[in-house]
């Protein structure tokens, strides 16, 4: 099983729609969670983490279920330069692990005029 | 905005040459990490360095790859005798703290085997 799992998309939206990107993860350990943003060929960005409560940033909300092992990123308002690819990311001390990121393969978003 | 930076931006190599990727973190950070992200695949771990030593490192980073902190400020990825598979976008991170801290990303380096 994936340690990360995400729906590759394309997610294809016009402006202003509202778009739902989900994401699995495998490990009931991992501690930290995170969207992170990545556009073509660049590096990957923080978007926001992810607490347990729910948290929000604009236009950006952000869930995560432990019990399910899930998380969940929601975009309301789509503007054009929302289209990137969104990376779901995990961290947690565990199997040996310090901490280090755990990425998936991320969801792609195209937003169009 | 303090940054990381990776020199070069694009590095291509003959198969079986040794190159180094470099990398000058956030100057307050303490925790260093190398990722790649082979071309349409997902960006995986190789290493991790705090304290001038690895604290831990994946399957990937075998024999072939070496870090060093020569001097304080930079952070080196050394690989010797590369293979055309080691071909891909090379991200070096930092951060303040381990756990629940943001990781700054350099802009990587592409490198490209031939």
């Known amino acids: 099983r994936k340690e990360v799992e995400q729906d590759p998309g394309p997610f294809n939206v016009p402006e202003g729609a509202t778009v739902a990107f989900n994401c699995t993860y495998s490990n009931s350990a991992s501690q930290s969670f995170f969207w992170y943003r990545q556009d073509c060929r660049k590096e990957p960005k923080l978007l926001m983490s992810v607490y347990s409560s729910g948290n929000e940033d604009g236009r950006f909300t952000a869930q995560l279920n432990r019990a399910s092992q899930y998380i969940s990123l929601l975009i309301r308002d789509s503007k054009l330069s929302d289209s990137a690819t969104y990376l779901c990311?995990?961290?947690?001390?565990?199997?040996?692990?310090?901490?280090?990121?755990?990425f998936g393969k991320g969801t792609k978003l195209s937003v169009k005029p | 905005e303090p940054e990381v930076t990776q020199t070069p931006s694009h590095q291509v190599t003959q198969m079986g040459q040794e190159v180094i990727l470099r990398c000058v973190p956030i100057?307050?950070?303490?925790?260093f990490y190398w990722y790649r992200q082979i071309l349409g695949q997902k960006v995986e771990f190789l290493v991790s360095f705090y304290n001038n030593e690895i604290s831990e490192k994946s399957e990937i980073f075998d024999d072939q790859f070496s870090v060093e902190r020569p001097d304080g400020s930079n952070f080196t990825l050394k690989i010797r005798s590369t293979k055309l598979e080691d071909s891909a976008m090379y991200f070096c991170a930092s951060a303040r703290t381990e756990m629940n801290t943001e990781a700054f990303f350099g802009q990587g380096t592409r490198l490209t085997v031939v």
């Open positions: 990311v995990v961290k947690g001390n565990y199997g040996g692990s310090q901490g280090n990121l755990i």
């Open positions: 100057s307050n950070h303490l925790y």
